[in-house]
């Protein structure tokens, strides 16, 4: 399947900005900030993109579940439910189709793994529990890890429990504050898989609108290529939880996902009129590998070893300048591997770089375009761009625009 780290487009429903203004405003203002694309799907009845549009497995390849789950049978959902064949931009996916009934929101995804809470079984009795999972490891071309639903979750999502932050590590609400039965339980599930779990603080709204809302589950985020945009909490009415500071809270769990996710930029960002209607960020997203964007360069090519170029960003470019201070990352064109960004002079002290001439520098932006795929590129020029805070403490010298 398509991990979200690999993933460079991001839709939204295009009620978002109407119903929820303010909080598209601050959703919007980091995407364009970080340059991260974004579309919307036109004809939806609600919000939650990322239940009702289909799972990516690879750049072309996509399943449609059924969005029919069983928290769906009210007569408010028969009128208000979204259905993907009526969203305009659903057929330019061409998705594969299923009788199996399955929300987004409740496909936790890795490359070769996905997990699932055990509603799955009660939104399809018609198929027996082991028959059910053989068909959805073939959908999805992974092995399916099934986990017991939060008894407290009208959805029983399993995006609101547990999150993949790598291929070994599983974060999890922390189970300290978990029901020990689901506790035992969900152990159980990834005995002998080999998994490092990490818990992740959250709590329970004490000011929810209906039982379903999702403020305090900071797991809930969103996860595009290397940024992460993070529920936070804290407001002016939400400030302190069973006699805890929601904001020194807040300040915990980022800097805990800043650890978490050294090569990730985190930012936080507080939703919680749309928390308390039973989602956050993962919910109202949904995040796809777009295929072979064609992405403007914003990388200047400025010396070469054979096929090693040092890259700088144009923001930190000046014709003419020396460029040994800048913040530089070295990639080959024939490996495709590269180094940790550091300053120029770092890489010129041992290495025997030339000069690439002004005259020079356009036949090497075409092979670099043509050598590195656009998601790279655009992964490099971000990381030149933002600075990790982890890069920022380890640089002995600082680009002038990042002081």
Not at 110 to 137: M, P, Y
Not at 175 to 188: T, Y
Request: proline residues 5%.
């Amino acid at each position: 399947m398509m991990p979200d780290r690999q993933t460079n487009f991001v839709y939204f429903s295009s009620l978002l900005t109407a119903l929820y203004a303010d909080e598209w405003r601050k959703i919007e203002s980091i995407l364009k900030y970080l340059r991260i694309d974004f579309g919307f799907l036109n004809g939806t009845k609600d919000i939650w993109c990322r239940d009702y549009m289909p799972v990516q497995i690879t750049e072309t390849e996509f399943v449609q579940f059924q969005y029919n789950s069983s928290y769906l049978k009210g007569a408010r959902y028969k009128k208000d439910r979204t259905i993907p064949g009526e969203i305009v931009e659903w057929q330019d996916f061409n998705p594969i189709s299923t009788n199996i009934t399955l929300d987004g929101g409740n496909v936790v995804r890795w490359n070769d793994r996905a997990i699932i809470s055990d509603r799955v079984f009660d939104d399809n009795k018609g198929w027996g529990k082991k028959e059910l999972i053989r068909e959805i490891e073939l959908l999805l071309k992974a092995e399916v890890l099934i986990v017991p639903a939060d008894p407290d979750d009208m959805t029983g999502h399993a995006d609101g429990m547990v999150r993949f932050c790598d291929a070994n590590t599983i974060l999890v609400n922390s189970l300290k504050e978990e029901d020990p039965d689901w506790v035992i339980r969900i152990r159980r599930t990834f005995r002998g898989k080999g998994f490092k779990f990490i818990n992740i603080p959250f709590f329970q709204d004490p000011f929810p609108e209906k039982e379903a809302s999702a403020v305090g589950i900071y797991l809930n985020f969103l996860e595009i290529a290397n940024l992460i945009l993070l529920p936070v909490f804290a407001d002016q009415e939400l400030q302190t939880v069973d006699g805890i500071s929601v904001s020194d809270l807040d300040k915990k769990v980022i800097r805990q996902f800043e650890d978490l996710y050294p090569n990730h930029m985190v930012r936080p960002i507080e939703i919680n009129r749309i928390g308390r209607k039973g989602g956050l960020m993962n919910c109202i997203s949904w995040n796809i590998k777009q295929f072979n964007p064609q992405p403007d360069i914003h990388l200047i090519p400025i010396y070469h070893e054979f096929d090693d170029v040092l890259l700088i960003h144009e923001l930190d470019f000046t014709e003419g300048q020396m460029l040994e201070d800048g913040l530089c990352i070295n990639i080959s064109l024939r490996t495709h591997q590269r180094t940790p960004i550091i300053r120029g002079q770092n890489f010129l002290r041992f290495g025997n770089y030339v000069p690439i001439l002004l005259e020079e520098r356009q036949e090497w932006t075409r092979r670099i375009e043509e050598s590195i795929s656009p998601n790279i590129i655009r992964e490099i020029e971000r990381l030149l761009e933002f600075p990790t805070s982890d890069l920022m403490r380890s640089l002995s010298f600082v680009p002038p625009r990042l002081r």
